[in-house]
């Protein structure tokens, strides 16, 4: 399984985390237009950071992070769902020094008053959002901020991308619990937050998270539930279209119909085409075509 998400606990401590690692969906997802590579890092790193974010809720819904502003790169966004499903665009114009860069952290420099978006929309209830100036260098600096001025939840986290394949760690200081407050060892999150930060890139994409936490954490008790399986996933349908439709009204419909005899409608995050003629696009008004 080349896709995959892993918790894991440090026993009798307040401490979790999880590892992410994208391979084919990453691939799926770049392939789907002809980006340049720092954004592909970029967006590499955005999925990875909301596959990690959305393992931290309890809901059922979806997650997701964008950077905006203006610039050569207008926007770029990842999205996580509650099954696993990921999904991701981005905006940009062309610019040489974001067309000849090589590193996400450009892309992310080229977002003149920029900003990183924390949406949370959950099935049944109230939807959230965080805003966070992007200050930091790196995205994974900006989500550490969030955290430190939002959440405010002590939280480390490290993300990468090569462009084939991307992975990304998070580690989190919950508050204790009446239990874990009578064997308090003070040293332990300044002791993980170290270890964490010698974690190379290249370790981090390529070696399996067993692995991975057992070379940073192995003087801990790590606890490992099983594995989640991550994978491309749109939320995109005919029946979407047909809404969108509906909400444009009638009279649009005509007018659109009036200029090509035909609605199209392509799904930017798949390419998925969806194709409506005068009696399917009228008929949704109860309108019927001879």
């Known amino acids: 399984m080349t896709d995959i998400r892993q918790r894991f606990f440090i026993e009798h401590s307040p401490v979790r985390g999880e590892v992410v690692h994208l391979k084919d969906t990453l691939h799926t997802i770049l392939k789907q237009r002809d980006y340049p590579q720092a954004i592909e890092l970029l967006l590499g790193e955005l999925l990875v950071g909301s596959a990690l974010l959305a393992s931290t809720l309890k809901i059922k819904g979806r997650l997701s992070l964008q950077v905006q502003g203006s610039g050569s790169l207008k926007w770029a966004m990842a999205e996580c769902n509650h099954l696993g499903e990921l999904r991701a665009l981005a905006e940009w114009t062309d610019d040489p020094v974001l067309m000849q860069a090589d590193n996400g952290n450009v ?75 009578t064997r308090v060892d003070e040293d332990l999150w300044p002791r993980l937050t170290m270890l964490t930060n010698t974690l190379k890139a290249e370790e981090l994409i390529y070696l399996p998270s067993q692995e991975i936490l057992y070379r940073l954490y192995n003087e801990e008790e790590v606890r490992l539930p099983e594995q989640d399986s991550l994978s491309f996933g749109c939320t995109c349908s005919r029946e979407r279209c047909e809404q969108a439709l509906l909400q444009v009204g009638q009279d649009t419909v005509q007018e659109l119909l009036a200029e090509e005899n035909e609605i199209k409608m392509d799904c930017q995050f798949c390419n998925a085409q969806y194709r409506f003629g005068p009696e399917q696009a009228l008929g949704l008004f109860g309108i019927h075509v001879s």
């Open 107 to 181: 892309a992310l420099s080229t977002l003149k008053d920029g900003v990183l978006f924390i949406n949370i929309e959950p099935e049944h209830g109230e939807r959230y959002q965080g805003i966070v100036p992007l200050e930091a260098d790196s995205l994974a600096g900006c989500l550490i901020q969030y955290y430190d001025l939002s959440a405010q939840i002590p939280t480390r986290l490290t993300l990468a991308c090569d462009g084939q394949q991307a992975g990304g760690l998070l580690i989190q200081l919950l508050p204790r619990n009446d239990e874990e407050q």
